[in-house]
């Protein structure tokens, strides 16, 4: 398979825009912009439009007046990519039951981001060649810039490399067990490059604006007044992030008939597996002409062990009313991972049918996920030192700090865990041909979930997160942090630090979810023609978040970063003879967007989808078709979100038309 396809650029979407006043939103421009605005203190200067760096005078700045633009346009919603896949599959009869069988792929992803600029708060000490103070004072200035005509917009671009492979034996016995033996071992290598940042290292930015020299010396007053060589010093920032994954797996497994009960054969599938799993990489920061380095790797090895009985206690051979089938279904997983311990995860299922047509399920279980490599390993997941500007209540009057945030993966995790049950009718009646019903409700308790804490909403002001933050660090506690080797990947002044926040990954948080899912379906036999309706509903009655351990659950269903309320799908098809078609209509419910004042409503977002189909041969061979997904060229609803929609609910593509052509033999 080849697939390719352009970027979508932000410029290509009206509703794609930081500033939603005209919608009834916000103002989300940003104020990093050229020209710039300089910050004294906390009162902002706007730098005039027509500057160049030069022969500022008072005159020309009004206290607390500030430059807006809107950045955001100018990079991609979704990046360039092209991709080539290859897959081979086959299987050779040996003889006495026994089958040989192979199978692999190999995937090659390549990427572009066109980003949306560099920016940054740059502090201008009184020793820059072009230093300027509205106030008159000597200290030193913040001026918020933009760094796009200071070497470009980066283009950061990226790739993965992916393959596995899987060869095996299946042997089939008389006393119908059937056993399988496989082996399988598979590499990705990925490699994101951005090599147009901005270089905060000693031999960087902070060195050419503490310059004196007007011809080295960066000048952030005025538009693009900075020669070439100072824009290549400064802008070759680098964070390249090389990682390898490799995966080795051994697995044996058989089912078969036990032994014969009254209600049908008693059954059991069992079965063994050794992995092993390693993650290596490679962090490149610093700069381009002196790259800091740092490897990693980590890798552990799993032996696991599961079993499953099917226990038939009433069925064709021995039903009676009121028990036309009951059956019963136990199963567990016994896991042991070199390096967090072991796990043992029950399952208990079951069905009755008291009539035909109509049949009663339930099931219950434990679950499990291990932390991924990337998760544990501290040199993974954004490892290193960030400047973060987050809301705050411990330095009054202001409402939002500079700090540092620490990122990567913890050793210490813990895997998540999860409970569910669940409870369920099948309908299928005979007086209704072709109808089928089913109606599901569940319940999931979720615990230890894995959090990166950087970033995160009430980080600075929560109590819950009191753990995780220091809000009135020392000169010394800074200093030896900013000085410990970790990499330091956005620029960070000391003296404008407030708080140390450890944002690396946590087993904080918990989830507790119960909802419905509704699935109908009726199918009509027309005379030639075959006419199909469907429906798929899910609500989600409750979903409870816990951000922290020992913080109460709180109901965020139906709100913006959370799933919708109501979701469904309905389709109505027809066919006949070589044609057919199928009309879709895709519902997500309303929802709103609370943490902002007022809170606000977004609309429910429908979309229509379209498909036809041609059989150009009597043997089905050769088929033509044309899909459109978004048939109405529906907009996404309004989020006063920088972007101006959710991309979590909403996609930014609209319609798009396919045409396919496909021959077998």
């Not at 079993?307 to 038939?312: D, G, K, S």
């Not at 311990?341 to 109509?358: A, E, F, H, I, R």
Request: proline fraction near 6%; charged fraction near 15%.
């Amino acid at each position: 398979e080849r697939n390719q396809h352009s970027a979508l650029r932000g410029y290509n979407r009206d509703f794609f825009t930081s500033d939603l006043r005209s919608r009834g939103g916000s103002d989300f421009r940003s104020q990093q912009c050229v020209p710039g605005t300089i910050l004294v203190g906390t009162t902002p200067y706007a730098i005039p439009q027509n500057s160049t760096g030069t022969g500022l005078t008072a005159a020309q700045f009004t206290a607390n007046t500030r430059n807006l633009c809107d950045n955001l346009r100018r990079g991609d919603i979704i990046p360039k990519l092209e991709r080539t896949s290859i897959m081979a599959s086959a299987e050779q009869d040996v003889g006495a039951g026994l089958t040989a069988f192979a199978e692999g792929f190999y995937s090659r992803r390549e990427f572009t981001i066109h980003s949306a600029g560099v920016t940054a708060n740059l502090t201008v000490p009184n020793t820059n060649a072009f230093y300027f103070n509205p106030t008159g004072g000597t200290g030193p200035v913040t001026v918020q810039y933009d760094l796009a005509l200071d070497g470009g917009l980066p283009n950061d671009p990226g790739a993965a490399n992916s393959w596995l492979a899987v060869a095996g034996l299946r042997r089939s016995f008389a006393n119908d067990w059937r056993a399988e033996v496989a082996v399988s071992t598979g590499r990705s290598a990925d490699v994101v490059r951005r090599t147009q940042n901005l270089n905060t290292t000693t031999a960087g930015i902070n060195q050419y604006l503490a310059s004196n020299n007007p011809a080295v010396a960066f000048n952030p007053f005025g538009i693009g007044a900075n020669n070439a060589t100072t824009i290549a010093a400064v802008r070759n920032g680098q964070f390249q992030i090389h990682g390898d994954t490799k995966l080795t797996t051994v697995s044996l497994q058989g089912d078969g008939p036990l032994l014969q009960l009254p209600g049908g054969a008693l059954r059991m599938a069992v079965g063994a597996e050794y992995r092993r799993d390693s993650l290596g990489g490679l962090l490149e920061s610093g700069s381009t002409t002196a790259p800091v380095l740092v490897p990693n790797g980590i890798s552990r090895h799993v032996y696991a062990g599961f079993a499953e009985l099917f226990v038939p206690l009433f069925g064709a051979s021995n039903s009676m009313p009121g028990m036309r089938r009951l059956d019963l279904s136990i199963a567990g997983r016994h896991e042991d991972y070199s390096d967090f311990g072991t796990t043992t995860n029950p399952k208990l299922g079951m069905n009755w049918s008291p009539v035909d047509g109509l049949l009663f399920r339930g099931s219950w279980g434990k679950s499990f996920r291990a932390p991924g490599l990337a998760e544990n390993d501290p040199k993974s997941g954004g490892y290193g030192l960030y400047g973060d500007t987050l809301p705050c209540s411990h330095r009054p009057p202001a409402t939002t700090c500079f700090g540092i945030g620490l990122a990567g993966g913890n050793p210490d995790l813990k895997p998540e865990k999860a409970t569910t049950w669940s409870v369920g009718m099948d309908l299928t009646p005979a007086a209704l041909p072709g109808f089928r019903a089913s109606l599901t409700y569940w319940d999931v308790k979720y615990l230890n979930q894995i959090v990166g804490l950087r970033g995160t909403a009430g980080l600075l002001t929560n109590p819950i997160y009191a753990t995780y933050r220091n809000l009135a660090p020392t000169a010394t506690e800074i200093n030896a942090l900013l000085t410990s080797g970790l990499p330091i990947n956005s620029p960070i002044n000391a003296t404008q630090v407030t708080y140390i926040q450890d944002g690396r990954r946590q087993n904080v948080g918990g989830t507790f979810a119960k909802g419905i899912d509704l699935d109908v379906s009726q199918t009509w036999d027309l005379g030639g023609s075959r006419l199909r309706f469907s429906a798929m509903v899910t609500r989600i009655d409750s979903l409870k978040t816990a951000v922290a351990p020992g913080a109460t659950p709180i109901e965020v269903v139906n709100t913006l970063n959370y799933p919708q309320r109501w979701r469904g799908r309905a389709s109505v098809g027809w066919s006949r003879g070589m044609f057919d078609s199928l009309l879709t209509l895709n519902h997500v419910g309303s929802y709103t967007q609370t943490g902002v004042t007022p809170i606000r409503d977004i609309a429910s977002y429908r979309t229509v989808d379209l498909h036809t189909g041609f059989r150009l041969d009597e043997d089905n061979s050769l088929q033509l078709s044309f899909d459109v997904q978004n048939l109405l060229d529906k907009a996404p609803p309004f989020v006063n979100l920088s972007g101006g929609y959710d991309p979590q609910t909403a996609s930014p593509i609209l319609r798009m038309v396919t045409a396919g052509l496909r021959k077998t033999w």
